[in-house]
């Protein structure tokens, strides 16, 4: 029997992960973790999908809540994106999915931008190197969005006496074409992109997203083989700099809360180690569980307002912290800003390396 329908026919409909999933909250589970995998075997079979089922397998950010409650161990992640393979191949996933996939594999970015701006961050207040083994990637949402995330990391690392280089034709990671399933177009894509950052000699490279992280470090490993190159995660560089002493926060004294990224949940006491060293007092928004903003995956573009209702969870939240919240992840930040300004709400949501930037200066 095929792996995956034997998974889901361990299924015992107990519900826990409509339960933790924002998705079938806001849709008052019409669509939740449970009716995507039950999906699987009518694709598996090649029987046709309606419309609303289609929906239901590409309204999922894959945050990962609904697999780390599952009793039955069902891996319900794997098999939307194995749903979203199928769909693809069908011709039937959503015309924006088909269109962000093509620009990133064809230009390199999401939104099919001006790669010549990528590297507009760097200006003259910053100091990098021509020639350094150990780089900087900034990724999409910092490098166009939220530029100055990337210029306060490299004052940190400034400051802590390290000058990385950034990457001339840097280019997305390529995790949206993970989450869709286009796993063959993304194995030629990790290929690209590892041998050209290996061309550069780069032997150590600093990122500051999330999603870019997990997909340098273990997504180009499974796709096409190890790079020989370090991947570090800049929160956590920046802990060791502060163990160190090269980095020394002065106190702020604040309560806030904090956004976790779903993609490196795992790493959650990173950031909240360095908020404590910043006299930070943390307490969590969501009781300590998984609560995503809502955007990734696909969910944005092709189902906005879905969107912005799971985006709303975290901004009512933010009421209560008078301090604000602090996000991590950029791509977090960048969709809530977008449902406040859409919604007209105020937006309390600090960037965890501005806040130690301010902190350290
Ligand atoms: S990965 Fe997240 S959004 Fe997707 S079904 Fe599971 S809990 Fe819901
Ligand atoms: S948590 Fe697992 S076993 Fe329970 S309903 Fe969801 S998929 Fe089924």
């Not at 098999?79 to 390199?108: D, F, H």
């Not at 992840?329 to 449902?339: N, S, T």
């Not at 105020?346 to 200066?361: A, G, Q, W």
């Given at each position: ?27 008052d ?29 590409y ?14 161990s ?33 230009a ?19 100091e ?8 900087y ?21 400034n ?10 034709e840097e ?17 030629e894509y990790?290929?690209e ?44 560089l ?57 955007g ?36 977090c ?18 960037d ?10």
């Amino acid at each position: 029997m095929d792996e995956d329908l034997l998974a889901v026919s361990y299924c015992i409909d107990c519900g826990k992960c409509n339960d933790v999933c924002h998705i079938a909250k806001v849709t008052d589970n019409k669509y939740t973790p449970r009716s995507k995998i039950m999906l699987l075997q009518k694709l598996i079979e090649g029987d046709e999908l309606d419309q609303d089922e289609v929906d239901d397998v590409y309204l999922s950010t894959r945050c990962g809540a609904c697999d780390d409650i599952c009793p039955m161990s069902i891996p319900i992640t794997d098999i939307i994106q194995r749903e979203r393979t199928i769909l693809a191949e069908q011709g039937k996933e959503p015309v924006r999915t088909s269109q962000i996939c093509k620009n990133i594999i064809e230009a390199g970015s999401p939104g099919r931008k001006d790669t010549t701006l990528r590297n507009s961050w760097i200006n003259d207040e910053i100091e990098l190197s021509e020639t350094s083994d150990v780089a900087y990637m900034a990724g999409c949402w910092i490098a166009f969005a939220h530029q100055d995330i990337a210029r306060s990391t490299i004052k940190l690392l400034n400051k802590a006496g390290i000058t990385p280089r950034a990457i001339p034709e840097e280019k997305c990671c390529g995790l949206f074409l993970i989450d869709n399933g286009h796993m063959e177009e993304a194995k030629e894509y990790a290929k690209e992109y590892v041998e050209y950052i290996e061309s550069l000699g780069i032997k150590k490279i600093i990122v500051s997203c999330p999603g870019c992280y997990i997909v340098l470090k273990e997504e180009y490993a499974r796709l096409f083989r190890e790079p020989k190159f370090e991947v570090v995660y800049s929160l956590e560089l920046f802990r060791d700099l502060i163990q160190e002493g090269k980095l020394v926060p002065k106190a702020l004294d604040r309560k806030m809360g904090v956004r976790d990224a779903c993609a490196i949940l795992e790493m959650s006491d990173i950031p909240r180690d360095i908020l404590r060293s910043m006299q930070v007092e943390v307490t969590e928004m969501f009781g300590g569980k998984h609560g995503c903003c809502g955007g990734p995956a696909g969910v944005k573009p092709n189902f906005p307002e879905i969107s912005s209702k799971v985006g709303m969870i975290t901004i009512e939240k933010t009421k209560d912290y008078p301090d604000g919240v602090v996000a991590y992840c950029p791509f977090c930040y960048h969709h809530l800003e977008d449902v406040c300004q859409q919604e007209e709400k105020e937006f309390n949501i600090k960037d965890i390396t501005e806040l130690l930037l301010e902190s350290v200066l």
